[in-house]
């Protein structure tokens, strides 16, 4: 009887969705499931260095564009007509890979084109309430209801958060409304807890959508090269390996495995990134302290940034206006997230579920 195959199609806006694929990856493999990763860009580089030895595919998605100079709110709204025309062809394609494949079940994170009628489909999202800048606000609930007819394309939803009030994404993971088809379970984190001596300063992740990507990492290394910190700037970078240290007390790395940034956030003091879902998980994980500066107009970092100022756990400066000094000290005042046990219980008992299911058929 051959292995059940698992087709897992992360997102490719940013790294966030492919890295809280890694959990659920190592999982169904544990379960002795034969797992094909769909993904692309550099989702599909980080993916194809932490699973060397798994099937790898191309599965083009639905880009969004962005100027030096654009915002990304507008960028989404411009440019959603070819977004809903991505759904369906995303749709189209994922049935040629799942015939070609021989897939018995998929899992994708945030691909809304990504089910099947023909297969077991489950859909991972953290996102069911989409936070809107304040004029636009009235048309939130008309989102959630597009996003909640969207999920019940899916067999299932998973949401990677926490069903009670200690949750991290707050309004974004517990809409008024829930999708009838839905199940929480628990944070989902690729990093290990290991103990180490603080002997790097600051670190810096960068992540997210370019050009705001490549703007973040110039802001951040030009004031960088103003102090004496040691700093380490982790680029986000995965098209090739490349380290390079760029003055006596700066190095830069392109990309890392789950091994090798568990470790350097360990040896770390501070920690600077986007206030991505899948980044507060990991450093709510590993209880670090960090400075979030959200990509412009994106509400859904800006929402989690402000939350997590309110809650006194980190802080939080805008881009255009970020000031390192400023930042270093406005974080003695925080208390820093206070480490997390994840209890992988509810995932372990989705994916058993999952494959009991598709093992009937």
Same mark, same amino acid.
């Given at each position: ?48 260095? @932490? ?13 969004? #564009?962005?100027?030096? @100079? ?32 021989? =897939? ?42 597009? +996003? ?10 998973? =949401?990677?958060?926490?069903? *009670? ?49 490549? +703007? ?11 102090? $004496? ?6 680029? *986000? ?8 240290? +760029? ?19 360990? $040896?770390?003091?501070?920690?600077? $990134?986007?206030? *991505?879902? $899948? ?40 881009? #255009? ?24 219980? +509810? ?15």
């Amino acid at each position: 009887m051959r292995k059940k195959r698992i087709l897992v199609a992360p997102l490719d806006w940013g790294l966030g969705h492919a890295t809280r694929c890694i959990p659920i990856i190592n999982e169904l493999l544990r379960h002795n499931v034969d797992v094909i990763i769909a993904a692309d860009h550099r989702p599909f580089d980080l993916l194809k260095k @932490e699973f060397p030895t798994l099937e790898h595919v191309r599965f083009p998605g639905y880009s969004v #564009h962005y100027d030096r @100079e654009d915002n990304v709110l507008q960028s989404i709204i411009r440019q959603m007509p070819a977004i809903v025309r991505g759904f369906h062809t995303e749709h189209h394609y994922l049935e040629q890979i799942i015939k070609r494949y021989q =897939i018995d079940a998929v899992i994708s994170d945030s691909r809304f084109g990504a089910y099947s009628s023909d297969v077991y489909s489950v859909f991972l999202i953290h996102q069911l309430h989409i936070v809107l800048p304040p004029p636009f606000r009235w048309f939130e609930h008309i989102l959630q209801y597009m +996003v909640r007819k969207r999920c019940h394309n899916f067999h299932e939803v998973w =949401i990677p958060d926490i069903a *009670g009030t200690q949750n991290l994404a707050g309004i974004l993971s517990h809409p008024s409304v829930l999708p009838k088809n839905s199940f929480y379970i628990g944070p989902l984190t690729r990093l290990k807890k290991i103990a180490s001596a603080k002997s790097v300063d600051i670190l810096v992740i960068l992540s997210g959508p370019e050009p705001q990507r490549t +703007v973040f990492e110039e802001i951040l290394l030009r004031q960088l090269r103003q102090t $004496s910190y040691i700093a380490v700037i982790v680029r *986000g970078k995965t098209e090739h390996n490349m380290t390079a240290k +760029v003055t006596p007390t700066i190095s830069m790395i392109n990309s890392l495995d789950s091994n090798e940034l568990s470790q350097l956030i360990a $040896s770390s003091k501070i920690i600077i $990134s986007r206030p *991505g879902y $899948s980044t507060i998980m990991d450093l709510s994980f590993l209880g670090a302290k960090a400075i979030f500066v959200p990509t412009p107009q994106q509400t859904e970092q800006e929402y989690l940034a402000m939350e997590l100022m309110k809650k006194n756990i980190a802080y939080s400066e805008a881009q #255009h206006n970020f000031n390192l000094e400023r930042a270093l000290l406005k974080l003695n005042e925080c208390t820093g997230f206070q480490s997390m046990e994840y209890d992988s219980t +509810v995932l372990q008992q989705r994916i058993d579920s999952l494959l009991h299911t598709i093992g009937k058929s």
